[in-house]
């Protein structure tokens, strides 16, 4: 069974940082694309980062490039987002997931079908 812990979020002001960290298990995660979505308050849940199982390939939505940054441990079996100068509109429960495919891209929403409980990031302007 996929368990996917998420820690780091927090409040922060317009500019900060944040850290994210989701520690993995019950999954092979060195051959596992994952990926970071979040959710505002009545919104859908966004797609907003994902890293392939090599580490090689990301994809970010166009509202965070340039400004989120994800990475990979397969030694920790964890996955970072790094979050640099944001924004009021980044707020929003943010959440972990895996693909359910193995050797996957990481680019695709879909592929992604387990989930952390989610952390939350408030930034105030």
């Known amino acids: 069974q996929v368990q996917l812990v998420e820690s780091g979020g927090g409040s922060v002001q317009a500019g900060g940082s944040l850290r994210l960290s989701c520690a993995a298990s019950g999954l092979i995660f060195r051959i596992t694309a994952m990926g970071w979505f979040r959710q505002a308050p009545g919104k859908e849940r966004e797609f907003v980062a994902g890293?392939?199982?090599?580490?090689?390939?990301?994809y970010y939505v166009d509202s965070v490039k340039g400004r989120f940054t994800i990475s990979r441990d397969n030694a920790k079996n964890t996955v970072y987002l790094q979050m640099n100068s944001l924004k009021p509109e980044d707020t929003a429960v943010y959440y972990c997931?895996?693909?359910?495919?193995?050797?996957?891209?990481?680019?695709?929403?879909?592929?992604?079908?387990?989930w952390g409980q989610g952390t939350q990031v408030t930034i105030s302007s």
């Open positions: 997931s895996a693909d359910k495919t193995r050797y996957g891209m990481g680019y695709r929403a879909a592929d992604f079908d387990s």
């Open positions: 890293i392939s199982w090599t580490g090689s390939s990301t």
